[in-house]
């Protein structure tokens, strides 16, 4: 039976404690995309609206000092994340991300902190959010034996009880409150659930679900630059409440200085700030097995990863006749298609989710290297113009 020996020998903030510094965390990143839309990747969104997030408060707090687990495409391990925030002696962690479930109807805003998965629903968005450790080498001995995908090692956490978790609360129903007067967002509330991320950081926490990606009309929301800066605007609101509170002091009217909106989704050129130990992003991608040019475009489906290469088994249901391997830095991805459209890709992969690949989702290539959706569609629209 897994045993996990869970404590805190840390002390809450106490009334009129100054808050200083705030790490910023935006979810997954490099390797690891996190969940998707049909035009957007969990890494693009949570990192542009971590940014406007920071840049906000950077702009209208002097006296706290911003820190970002990552403001460029890079994967970071979350033990490193967690120690990151507690070397630098943080005040308070933000964690953001985007939902998703195999049910686009489901939309709606909810932010998590530390502590038991009350119903399934919490636990399925633990284990998904937990899931990135498979990402890194050694995770076993990393996590003391903790496997992401088992429903007892994620409940197990039931026997954390975290110091800080009052204020974590009280963040979060700021940013609960503040959401609720976005109008496409719909409030979800504040939940309670086993998230590693937040597991080992030693001050409050919270980890932010935006919106579902999977919902069209969330998604269209969440990617549009108009709606990052509604989102991140709200995140900032229940910052400078919350620091106000600890404080002590009266926040005065609002007078924020709100950045002008950029359209895209901005790409920092900064390094990742987490310096724990070298943290590189390998870009090498062993090329797809099918023909290509200099000037190919090619959309799959991955519909499996692994730390070694290994015989994959589909579900009975599936007519799945063949795969490619990929290695990508450590990991192995299973791809299945080559398809010149988006469209045909995404129709594949609902074909796949319905025979047993819940996980399935779309990948491009770009002369044989992995690109965004985003920028796959940016090609094939350029593409087009020059037919024009």
Request: hydrophobic letters at 35%; charged letters at 30%.
């Amino acid at each position: 039976m897994l045993c996990l020996i869970l404590c805190s020998a840390f002390n809450p903030p106490s009334a009129g404690k100054k808050i200083r510094v705030v790490v910023l965390n935006a979810g997954h990143g490099g390797t690891d995309p996190g969940c998707h839309g049909n035009k957007f990747l969990e890494k693009e969104v949570a990192l542009s609206i971590t940014l406007k997030v920071g840049k906000y408060i950077e702009d209208n707090l002097k006296d706290v000092k911003v820190l970002y687990t990552r403001k460029t495409d890079v994967f970071v391990p979350l033990d490193e994340i967690a120690s990151h925030a507690n070397r630098n002696n943080a005040d308070l962690f933000i964690c953001i991300h985007c939902n998703a479930s195999v049910n686009k109807q489901v939309y709606g805003s909810e932010t998590y902190v530390m502590g038991l998965h009350k119903t399934k629903g919490n636990l399925e968005v633990a284990k998904r959010e937990n899931a990135a450790i498979l990402f890194e080498e050694n995770y076993k001995k990393k996590y003391e034996g903790f496997d992401p995908n088992s429903d007892e090692a994620n409940i197990i956490f039931n026997m954390y009880q975290n110091a800080f978790l009052d204020h974590s609360l009280n963040y979060a129903s700021k940013v609960q409150n503040e959401f609720k007067k976005i109008k496409k967002l719909f409030d979800k509330g504040v939940k309670q659930a086993g998230f590693l991320v937040l597991w080992k950081t030693s001050m409050p926490s919270v980890l932010i679900e935006t919106g579902f990606l999977t919902n069209p009309d969330e998604e269209k929301f969440l990617g549009s630059a108009k709606g990052q800066d509604e989102i991140a605007f709200a995140i900032y609101k229940a910052f400078k409440q919350y620091k106000a509170e600890i404080e002590g002091y009266d926040p005065g009217p609002e007078s924020e200085n709100r950045p002008k909106i950029i359209e895209a989704i901005p790409q920092a050129k900064e390094d990742s700030t987490v310096k724990d130990k070298a943290i590189e992003e390998s870009s090498t991608v062993k090329p797809p097995t099918s023909p290509t040019d200099n000037d190919s475009l090619i959309f799959k489906i991955q519909i499996a990863n692994s730390s070694s290469i290994k015989t994959l088994k589909p579900p009975k249901s599936a007519t799945l006749k063949s795969y490619e391997v990929i290695q990508e830095g450590a990991m192995y991805k299973y791809y299945t298609g080559n398809f010149s459209t988006p469209d045909e890709a995404f129709n594949e992969q609902r074909k796949l989710r319905k025979e047993g690949f819940e996980d399935a989702f779309t990948v491009a290539f770009y002369q044989n290297k992995k690109i965004t959706i985003k920028e796959a569609i940016e090609i094939l629209e350029k593409r087009k113009k020059k037919i024009e």
